[in-house]
């Protein structure tokens, strides 16, 4: 049976190439918003935080109506973080719709995503997105697309792939280059024409892999994914099996059935071959499994997702203001949580810590790594995190660590300065390519020696420098890398920070913290300039005598304070400190909060060195 009328593709992309605006604009021209209604922009961002950074996170399920068809569209993302999002949803299409900036051209991700889309023979439709900008060089971009091709070793029916050229933003595509269309329906009919519609036979025993799960107060786990063969019913008896894991097989039954039509899920009673569906009532299931027929159990191999190259440690909070923001604090909380996050994303590992109250969560990256601290805090966890470390590998006898693919766009006379950072870091000039008035960079770099890079790149570039990487292969350890070269300001004493304490302590160094903000022994409050940590005491008050009074405060001056926002706060820890994360408060610490006790520790280590 081949379904005629249904499309399944993904949108995917290198981060900030138009994906999401993209889909708004099908979901618009596809008739799934009233004529009338309001419709806020990239409405398939719906997460709190991909709306507030302005990155897609999630992979999400749309559909939209052209004509007598219907195409099943996912939105992915595209920062290199998110990858197993995009690698485990390419089981559920029949074909890719390959988006780049007519500016940007090709790009780390890009290369990534392809390469996967090719590797499972999906065929590709290529969109030139962002015709509208002024800078835009479509036909050399056209040229950098076919190069990748060729390199990722794509097959003759690949290179032969159909061009579009689009603006999402204004909602218009064309087959042709040098002429703008009125509309997307030049995306929409090399869409139709180009991606095979679903094949499979209705008669035969059900098999439906799933690829996404989602999570309902009201029903449960709801299992996502595309029907392979047979069909689909109500109250249907299945078993779930999995291609990897020897585990039994788990008897379930399916409770409600839900196809995407536009934004919303429409419950039906049934499901056929080729339908992306959402499945509930069948507990237990993970990503990776198989809905099968009880009397013919044979499961579908799953896609080997990427294995994560950073782990941080997240332990229960043990500082002095422990539990006094959190409403989740145990670590049978910390761990029913971890665990969960860990079934829903596949490129997330965790295990048990060294203690009974730490565990080990090993991810893609640090933005990866970072998301999931947010998300945590927002739910109301208090816990802490200790710096992130990569993750090594011994190959043929030899210590092997994780390498970067970066491209940096910069200007011309910042050239220099990234490159001599980049040497610091052990990264190695790849190619160096002249982009009109800017410099296009790429470097082979350790991923450690990117941790706390992106802030120190922007303030080089005077924050006209983009920065991606991508994961590329694991290589030889290149040797040690200085990460930090500042040291800590620490607080001395237990109490709330005075304007006075923190006039003095300013002149050490730039202050993290304001007035009236409690802190407690051992509690970083600002960066030292100088390699080693300095104790300063921000809670000393002015002694008042009858030749000295308090109203000669009003003439001391504080330098604004420099907040830390999460992903700093990580980028700033040293191998002797954790980051504490409540819901009101982010504050880094000393692993050993006593002054005296720290200080011999150090002490210690230093004659050990020697």
């Given at each position: 049976m081949v379904n005629e009328k249904i499309r399944n593709v993904a949108i995917i992309a290198h981060v900030d190439h138009g994906k999401t605006t993209l889909v708004d604009q099908m979901l618009k021209q596809g008739g799934a918003f009233r004529a009338n209604q309001t419709v806020a922009d990239r409405v398939m961002d719906s997460n709190d935080l991909e709306r507030e950074r302005g990155i897609t996170i999630l992979a999400?399920?749309?559909?939209?109506?052209?004509?007598?068809?219907?195409?099943?569209?996912?939105?992915?993302?595209g920062h290199a973080d998110f990858g197993g999002e995009v690698e485990r949803i390419l089981k559920m299409v029949n074909g890719v719709v390959l988006l780049v900036d007519a500016f940007e051209g090709t790009m780390p991700q890009t290369r990534f995503v392809l390469e996967h889309a090719l590797s499972l023979d999906?065929?590709?439709?290529?969109?030139?997105?962002?015709?509208?900008?002024?800078?835009?060089?479509?036909?050399?971009?056209?040229?950098?697309?076919?190069?990748l091709f060729m390199d990722l070793n794509a097959s003759d029916e690949q290179l032969d792939?159909?061009?579009?050229?689009?603006?999402?933003?204004?909602?218009?595509?064309?087959?042709?280059?040098?002429?703008?269309?009125?509309?997307?329906?030049?995306?929409?009919?090399?869409?139709?024409?180009?991606?095979?519609?679903?094949?499979?036979?209705?008669?035969?025993?059900?098999?439906?892999?799933?690829?996404?799960?989602?999570?309902?107060?009201?029903?449960?786990?709801i299992a996502i994914g595309r029907i392979e063969q047979g069909c689909l019913k109500q109250n249907q008896q299945v078993i779930l099996v999995n291609y990897h894991d020897d585990h039994a097989p788990v008897r379930a039954k399916v409770s409600n059935i839900y196809i995407f039509e536009g934004l919303a899920r429409t419950a039906v009673e049934s499901a056929t071959v080729g339908d992306v569906v959402c499945v509930s009532g069948v507990e237990g299931v993970t990503i990776g499994d198989t809905l099968c027929d009880p009397e013919n159990p044979d499961p579908i191999e799953f896609p080997k997702i990427s294995e994560p190259s950073v782990e941080m440690t997240f332990m229960v909070n043990d500082s002095p203001f422990a539990g006094k923001e959190g409403k989740f604090v145990t670590s049978r909380h910390l761990r029913?949580?971890?665990?969960?996050?860990?079934?829903?994303?596949?490129?997330?590992k965790v295990s048990d810590g060294d203690s009974a109250d730490?565990?080990?969560?090993?991810?893609?990256?640090?933005?990866?790594?970072?998301?999931?601290?947010?998300?945590?805090?927002?739910?109301?966890?208090?816990?802490q995190v200790s710096m992130p470390k990569v993750l090594y590998k011994e190959i043929d006898g030899v210590r092997c660590e994780p390498i970067d693919r970066l491209i940096a766009d910069v200007p011309e006379d910042s050239v220099g300065v990234v490159m001599e950072k980049m040497g610091l870091r052990k990264g190695e000039l790849v190619s160096m390519t002249p982009k009109g008035s800017r410099m296009r960079l790429e470097f082979s770099v350790p991923s450690r020696g990117l941790f706390g890079y992106k802030s120190e790149f922007l303030t080089d570039t005077k924050g006209e420098g983009i920065m991606n990487s991508v994961f590329d292969k694991y290589d030889a350890y290149r040797g040690e890398i200085n990460r930090r070269s500042t040291g800590s300001l620490v607080a001395h004493e237990t109490g709330e920070s005075i304007t006075y304490g923190l006039f003095n302590a300013q002149e050490r160094g730039p202050l993290f913290i304001g007035a009236g903000v409690p802190v407690y022994q051992g509690m970083v409050v600002g960066e030292s300039p100088k390699g080693d940590d300095i104790t300063v005491n921000v809670c000393k008050r002015k002694q008042l005598t009858n030749t000295r009074s308090s109203a000669s405060d009003d003439a001391l001056r504080l330098v604004p304070c420099k907040k830390l926002s999460l992903e700093q706060a990580i980028e700033f820890l040293a191998d002797d400190e954790l980051l504490e994360v409540t819901p009101k408060n982010i504050r880094i610490r000393k692993r050993i909060l006593d002054t005296e006790s720290r200080m011999k520790e150090w002490a210690k280590n230093r004659k050990n060195n020697q």
């Open positions: 999400k399920n749309t559909s939209v109506r052209y004509g007598d068809y219907k195409i099943n569209v996912v939105d992915t993302p999906l065929p590709v439709v290529v969109v030139v997105n962002k015709m509208d900008r002024p800078d835009a060089r479509p036909a050399e971009v056209v040229d950098e697309v076919l190069e792939s159909p061009f579009v050229y689009c603006s999402a933003r204004m909602g218009i595509a064309s087959k042709e280059i040098d002429k703008p269309g009125s509309d997307l329906s030049a995306l929409f009919d090399t869409i139709i024409a180009h991606i095979p519609p679903p094949e499979g036979d209705e008669k035969a025993p059900l098999r439906m892999l799933v690829s996404a799960l989602d999570y309902s107060d009201y029903v449960g786990s029913a949580r971890l665990y969960k996050e860990a079934v829903k994303d596949v490129s997330l730490s565990f080990v969560v090993c991810g893609r990256g640090e933005m990866h790594l970072s998301i999931l601290i947010e998300n945590m805090r927002r739910e109301g966890y208090e816990f």
